[in-house]
């Protein structure tokens, strides 16, 4: 649509709310209360945030007691404002979260109806918008990277705003426009800088690379660079200034650099500043980060991973992205606002996308770049809905088809076969049955998305028949039920069709998970110590502290770790306040032969051995494939 021809900006419908508001309501808000923490980022955090609370310092973040610089604060302080608010409880703590994630779908939902308002049904002229934020709220990706604490999703909010932002301000700052709506800019740009502090808040650096190389890149390829000194950059820099530096200023004062051991690749002096600024970003942009504790995704892998995040809805990412593509060779329309989705879009996903490629990466740092992809596929839906009026109409409409018949169905179909196949024959298994007794294990695969699942048998299956039947079912839906319907010409049931049978899917993933709880986090086994624990017992973790860090959060107790002066605690362990937490074989020897009770979480088989010669051993309990020891 022509700026000469513009229709009010927003048209949001009950209807469209109410379908965005239950597939929150169904997949993220009822998926809070389970299951437990898991080991590892999730509790990491979330115990962070619970000692920020008890410590009442909400500058430097501590990990059993250890300082611990690896990310910046915005996810504590949601975290430790919910649990403030509601009490420490695991589901207090994800609250945030789910909240961040409905205020996503409803980000997406209105810049979906401002890209695609002119090729959504006049009936329903939100169509598009809708069609994004299901897209979204179903996907694989969005979903399993809210099933724990991390703060990608939230990143994904503050670029879906930014785009937004930014192309109302630089509508509004156009030569063609009046003198008064080019001041209007004003609010957007100030909003911008807010949102922009606050990605620097969320994940450190990288929270301004994205956005602010999103506007220099759009501003460039529309050739409208020229108005970048026109969105008021000095107003917009000091609000960002007046969010962001404080927490960065305080951290730094607060945590100066002291002298660091030699031989362990680190300088002599170093701090907060050093750790923050240049390990954790520079350092990890080059690979070269101390220690260096985390894997390095292939690059055909990570963009292979980008299909997988965006199911089943990638599958019609090839047409949506051709479609952008001939609306951008369109010249005679550069900076129109039918080119706008197209350039905004593609250059929002490319630059997350192409960023990654070239930089250290994990599968799912691509997160930011999802709600792009789902706006993308939901343009070409939106098109395929419209009464066929020219030559695009009928091309989306037979791309919609083209895509469903020769990969989503087929894919989808098989999916269903299989799980149909071990849901109907997998052995039942015995009353009782851990799970770990029934996986494969495949460590080297751990460090990579669903690795887990590689770990599965025939008879592990199982324990897993009714979520498998319950994927068959969502998967036909996905699939043979949203084609036949999209095939009669109803696009709109369709594509909730889709998104219900999606739903039904995730529900089943989610089922999945809180069987494999026990196995992921250690939530059962830190109950079971605090049944019993009294004060002075102690509690020992087998390990690093993410192979068991839930038993911080539940039991609310500092863990003492053997053999685990590793990682994420490493670095904060050099200051001299630092608690006694890290012990040794022969330390922990001398704890189990001594007068205090002892609790140790342990994975070793061979442990209860070793400790029987210093003391009594005994099995608290048991699950997972870890074992709580105690000496009385």
């Known amino acids: 649509m022509s700026e000469t021809h513009q229709q009010p900006a927003y048209s949001w419908r009950p209807q469209s709310i109410a379908l965005i508001l239950l597939a929150w309501l169904i997949l993220q808000l009822g998926g809070i209360f389970s299951p437990g923490l898991l080991d590892d980022v999730d509790s990491v955090y979330i115990q962070i945030a619970r000692e920020m609370l008890a410590r009442h310092d909400f500058v430097t973040p501590t990990i059993d007691g250890i300082r611990f610089f690896d990310k910046p604060p915005l996810m504590y302080w949601m975290a430790a404002g919910s649990m403030r608010l509601f009490g420490i409880h695991d589901w207090a703590a994800r609250l945030p979260l789910a909240l961040a994630v409905l205020a996503l779908f409803v980000s997406v939902y209105a810049l979906g109806i401002r890209l695609f308002r002119s090729v959504s049904p006049e009936e329903s002229p939100d169509r598009g918008g809708l069609y994004a934020a299901l897209a979204l709220a179903t996907s694989v990706g969005p979903y399993l990277y809210t099933r724990f604490y991390i703060p990608d999703i939230l990143i994904a909010l503050w670029m879906t705003i930014g785009v937004h932002l930014t192309l109302v301000a630089v509508e509004r700052v156009r030569p063609t426009r009046s003198r008064r709506s080019r001041e209007s800019a004003l609010l957007p740009c100030l909003g911008f800088a807010a949102v922009l502090a606050l990605n620097l808040l969320t994940k450190g650096l990288i929270g301004l690379v994205f956005p602010l190389g999103f506007v220099v890149v759009y501003l460039a390829l529309t050739g409208q660079l020229k108005l970048l000194s026109k969105l008021h950059v000095f107003a917009s820099t000091a609000v960002f200034l007046i969010i962001a530096l404080p927490w960065h200023i305080l951290a730094a004062l607060r945590n100066p650099a002291i002298a660091l051991p ?32 985390y894997g390095l995704t292939p690059v055909w892998l990570f963009w292979l991973y980008v299909v997988v995040w965006a199911m089943p809805y990638a599958a019609f990412l090839p047409g949506a992205v051709a479609e952008q593509v001939r609306v951008i060779l369109r010249r005679s329309m550069i900076a129109s606002r039918d080119q706008e989705p197209a350039f905004a879009l593609l250059t929002w996903a490319l630059l997350v996308l192409g960023f990654f490629s070239i930089s250290n990466r994990q599968e799912y740092y691509s997160i930011p770049a999802l709600p792009a992809l789902a706006l993308l596929a939901a343009g070409l839906l939106a098109r395929a809905d419209r009464p066929i009026a020219d030559v695009e109409d009928q091309r989306a409409r037979s791309g919609v088809l083209g895509w469903s018949a020769w990969l989503l169905v087929p894919l989808t179909t098989l999916v269903a076969l299989v799980c149909g196949f071990f849901a109907i024959t997998a052995p039942k298994p015995a009353p009782g049955a851990d799970l770990s007794t029934l996986l494969a294990s495949n460590p080297d695969l751990y460090n990579v998305s669903l690795g887990h699942l590689f770990d599965l048998t025939g008879a592990a299956m199982g324990l897993f028949r009714g979520p498998l039947a319950a994927v068959a079912i969502g998967m036909l839906l996905v699939g043979l039920g949203s084609y036949i319907l999209r095939r009669k010409g109803h696009g709109y049931a369709a594509t909730l069709a889709l998104a219900g049978g999606m739903t039904i899917t995730l529900l089943a993933a989610h089922e999945g998970l809180v069987r494999f709880n026990p196995i992921l986090g250690s939530k059962d086994l830190a109950m079971a110590i605090e049944k019993v624990r009294q004060p002075g017992d102690v509690i020992l973790l087998d390990g690093e502290l993410t192979s068991g860090s839930t038993l911080l959060f539940y039991t609310g107790q500092p863990v003492r770790l053997v053999n685990g002066r590793v990682n994420g605690p490493w670095f904060g362990s050099f200051w001299p306040d630092s608690p006694h937490i890290f012990e040794t074989d022969d330390s922990l020897h001398t704890l189990w032969g001594g007068t205090a009770r002892v609790f140790l979480l342990t994975y070793s088989s061979k442990r209860a051995a070793d400790l029987a010669q210093f003391g009594p051993v005994h099995t608290l309990a048991t699950g997972g494939g870890k074992t709580i020891l105690t000496n009385r």
């Open 262 to 293: 030699p031989g362990m690749e680190l300088p002599a002096q170093g701090g907060w500043a050093w750790f923050y600024l240049y390990n954790e970003h520079v350092a990890r942009f080059l690979s070269k980060r101390v220690p260096h504790d």
